[in-house]
C-alpha cells in the first residue's frame, strides 16, 4: 500500500543556479532522493519533493551549484 506523502513543488528559477546547469544539477540531487520527481529544458525545470525532504534537497542544491 503507499502511502500519501505531502510534496513540495518548486521550478529552478527558485533554486538559484545557474540557468544553463539547471536540469543537470536538479536531476543528480533528485536521484538522491527517494520519492522526489522531476524534468524541464536544460535551462529551467521543476521538482516535487517529499515535504520531510525538501530541506535535504535545499541544501544539497546550494553545495552542488558552489561546486559545479
Do not use: C, W, Y
Given at each position: 500500500k503507499k502511502e500519501n506523502t505531502e510534496?513540495?513543488?518548486i521550478d529552478s528559477s527558485e533554486f538559484g543556479i545557474e540557468p544553463k546547469k539547471a536540469?543537470?544539477?536538479t536531476l543528480k540531487i533528485?536521484?538522491?532522493?527517494?520519492g522526489a520527481t522531476?524534468?524541464?529544458h536544460e535551462q529551467a525545470c521543476g521538482a516535487q519533493i517529499?515535504?520531510?525532504k525538501?530541506?535535504?534537497f535545499k541544501?544539497?542544491?546550494e553545495i552542488?551549484?558552489?561546486i559545479c
Open positions: 510534496l513540495q513543488t536540469k543537470e544539477i533528485l536521484s538522491e532522493i527517494e522531476g524534468g524541464g517529499p515535504t520531510d525538501f530541506e535535504d541544501n544539497k542544491i552542488t551549484s558552489r
